[in-house]
């Protein structure tokens, strides 16, 4: 049997990790940067076709208002929609007749007509309705609200409603004849299997769409054959805005997850592409990757024999010596008898353990010292997300601040800032983007203001800046102003672009308080005056009377 301090068991173990290495070796060098080339290849073709569906969506969606235009414009309509609607009776036929045209002129999917009242004149799933039931068929409940702002407004209103497992996008027009709101008109488009079959005629390959409430419609290939959609990462897809794919290598098929935008709301676009010739590469790379570890074993494993006479033989002579380290180092540690099991292994074990208690000996406590030292320090006076200075270290040298004003005669200005809109933006994009928000534009402030001034961070979106040698209003607005500007660009994170302001409130020492309780109210009094003007603006509290 072998002895537990054996040194076959640190070669066996050498050896295999060499193995192991040379394995995961030829598999980065030979096999990952074709498939990931590969994998380049297929992203960058599926965010071509993702383009260009967008495209084509986009353009379908911004055709419906130019064509609901056009029938707001058409007089002969608005004209027989006047006399219609003072006679039902009256000629309804060649009414009907020159709305189906104008249908299959536009080639809509539906069209919806009703009068001032709400009440359904003409639709195009039902081709017609007759005039003795058209006063008392109210439109449908997904257009009402459409119609309503449409007639109340007098503009086209467009928008997105789900009906029967499927989405219809429509724009909805107001009819006006000599002044008058006759009604309006609802055209649109549905987006079923139908609209997916002509996305994918254009594009050359298979489609669906995943919703969030629907889950898997519209699929353009209805002979079944489409492989299983995960949707889950679908959903996953519409929430985070990032394409993400799955692979199925036994059966050379992979899915592509594209999220697509059909007018406010987010779907997944699912791609299905064969792998079969563009993953060919790959079986040629997998042959020689196992070559290679063929080979480069054999030379492992003569180089194991090479490593034992030429550094592990050396090690024994080190053992002694390790033995009296350990022995020191547990001493040192507080261990009255040193642990049994330092001692157990081989001579290049018991060295490791060696070197590995003494350097936990001698770093352990201080470096656990300075870690604590630093974190106290820093977590005392600056904020932890954005580097500036906390509500504290602001206390602090407000303080300072006010007290040299007073024995010097100096003046300084205090500015109480609120960033706009940030609250919607993290709800709506999660607390990631939020932060990185937030250090952006702690960044921008930062920039904004003077190399004199200092800026701070109160909590949560609340800012304050110190201004030394600030004796004017004029001075204060000018860089509140540059602070409005600097905070206002667009912020792009994560591919998302936002938009953010600010609001700042204003007091100047002694103009407005010359203690620390004054000036802050001050401040706080002209932010609030901001926000209920509007906010993203600045403004300078008004100077306190005297007695």
């Known amino acids: 049997m072998l002895k537990n301090n054996s040194l076959i068991y640190p070669i066996l173990g050498f050896l295999a990790l060499t193995a192991l290495a040379s394995v995961t070796s030829g598999y980065f060098i030979n096999y990952a940067p074709v498939h990931k080339r590969i994998h380049q290849q297929l992203d960058e073709e599926i965010a071509a076709i993702g383009a260009d569906v967008q495209a084509r969506i986009d353009e379908e969606i ?10 707001q414009a058409d007089k002969r309509l608005r004209r027989e929609l006047s006399h219609f609607n003072e006679d039902p009776n009256a000629d309804s036929e060649r009414f009907h007749r020159y709305i189906k045209g104008q249908i299959e002129l536009f080639n809509l999917d539906f069209l919806q007509l009703v009068n001032a009242e709400g009440r359904l004149i003409h639709d195009l799933h039902n081709q017609h309705l007759p005039p003795d039931i058209a006063p008392d068929q109210p439109a449908k409940p997904e257009f009402l609200p459409d119609i309503q702002e449409a007639m109340t407004y007098k503009r086209i209103v467009l928008n997105m409603a789900e009906e029967d497992n499927t989405y219809s996008i429509h724009a909805t027009a107001p009819l006006f004849y000599k002044g008058a709101v006759l009604g309006a008109i609802t055209i649109g488009t549905l987006i079923n299997g139908a609209f997916s079959t002509n996305l994918s005629e254009y594009t050359g390959t298979k489609l669906a769409l995943v919703s969030n409430s629907i889950g898997l419609f519209a699929v353009s290939d209805g002979s079944g054959k489409w492989p299983a959609v995960d949707i889950k990462m679908a959903r996953e897809v519409i929430l985070e805005g990032k394409r993400q794919f799955s692979e199925e290598h036994g059966n050379a098929q992979a899915l592509f997850y594209q999220p697509v935008t059909f007018v406010d709301r987010t779907f997944t676009l699912v791609i299905f592409l064969p792998l079969e010739e563009s993953h060919a590469p790959l079986f040629e790379s997998a042959k020689r990757l196992v070559h290679t570890a063929i080979t480069i074993t054999i030379l492992v494993v003569m180089l ?3 490593t034992y006479f030429v550094l592990i033989h050396p090690m024994r002579k080190l053992y002694g010596k390790a033995r009296i380290l350990l022995e020191v180092c547990s001493t040192s540690a507080g261990m009255v008898q040193p642990d049994p099991g330092r001692f157990r292994g081989n001579e290049l074990q018991v060295l490791d353990n060696a070197l590995e208690t003494a350097s936990m000996t001698v770093y352990a406590n201080m470096g656990h010292l300075l870690e604590q030292k630093e974190r106290f320090e820093t977590l005392a006076v600056r904020d932890a997300l954005t580097g500036l200075g906390n509500r504290r270290m602001f206390q602090d040298l407000l303080g300072t601040a006010t007290a040299l004003c007073r024995r010097h005669g100096g003046k300084l200005a205090l500015f109480y800032m609120d960033l706009d809109k940030f609250k919607p933006i993290n709800d709506t994009l999660g607390h990631d983007i939020g932060d990185m928000l937030l250090q952006e534009a702690a960044s921008r402030l930062q920039e904004a203001v003077r190399d004199s001034d200092v800026v701070f961070r109160l909590g949560g979106d609340e800012f304050a800046a110190l201004l030394p040698e600030c004796s004017t209003t004029d001075l204060a607005l000018e860089v509140g102003n540059r602070v409005l500007v ?45 926000k209920e003007s509007g906010r993203g603006r600045c403004a300078v509290a008004k100077p306190i009377k005297s007695a």
Not at 494 to 518: A, N, Q, R
């Open 62 to 71: 911004l055709g419906l208002p130019r064509l609901a235009r056009v029938l």
């Open 304 to 306: 194991g024999g090479a």
């Open 486 to 530: 600097r905070v206002k660009e667009p912020y792009h994170l994560k591919g998302h672009e936002c938009s953010i302001g600010v609001s700042i409130g204003i007091s100047l020492f002694p103009i407005h308080g010359e203690d620390i309780d004054t000036l802050l109210k001050s401040a706080d009094s002209a932010l609030y005056s901001v």
